[in-house]
């Protein structure tokens, strides 16, 4: 029984402590825009902020990802660009685009949230969860809050 809840806490740790924002990097191809576009892709904070779903296709149980192109501008115009994932390499088995939600709190800027899938098959694990991000529109930070479902 002692090694059954070892186990259990170690995939509900593994789940709740991944999640990352990073500059973007292969995630973040055009092609791997889910189509429509128009109805992969949102904008917030009067364009200034857009979000996109990303399908990356491998590895299969882990291939979506959020791409976010958001403030600070660079010297040309040209907007910051980050992407949401599980975890280094790795994306969600699913995200729900058609469920995100935005709103603004004043002391940390623009509040996304989107339900996910997350699917460790080393570890056999899948739950659903409610992911939360910031992105600081002054200082250009993004980071990522992760809730597992209730299953």
Known sequence: ?????????????????????????????????????????????????????????EPAAAAFHLLVLHPPFDEVGGRTCTTVGLDEGLGYAGLVFEDLTSDYDPARGLVLTIPAIIYLPEQSFQNSALLTITV?????????????GGE
């Not at 990073?22 to 009067?46: G, K, L, M, Y």
């Open 136 to 148: 600081n529109q002054a200082t250009g930070q993004v980071t990522v809050e992760q809730a597992l």
């Open 1 to 57: 029984m002692r090694s059954v809840a070892t186990l259990l806490a170690t995939f509900v740790s593994t789940a709740s402590a991944a999640q990352i924002a990073v500059p973007c990097d292969w995630q973040a191809r055009a092609d791997a825009i889910v189509e429509p576009w128009e109805d992969n892709s949102a904008t917030f904070s009067n364009g200034a902020v857009r979000v996109a779903l990303l399908d990356t296709i």
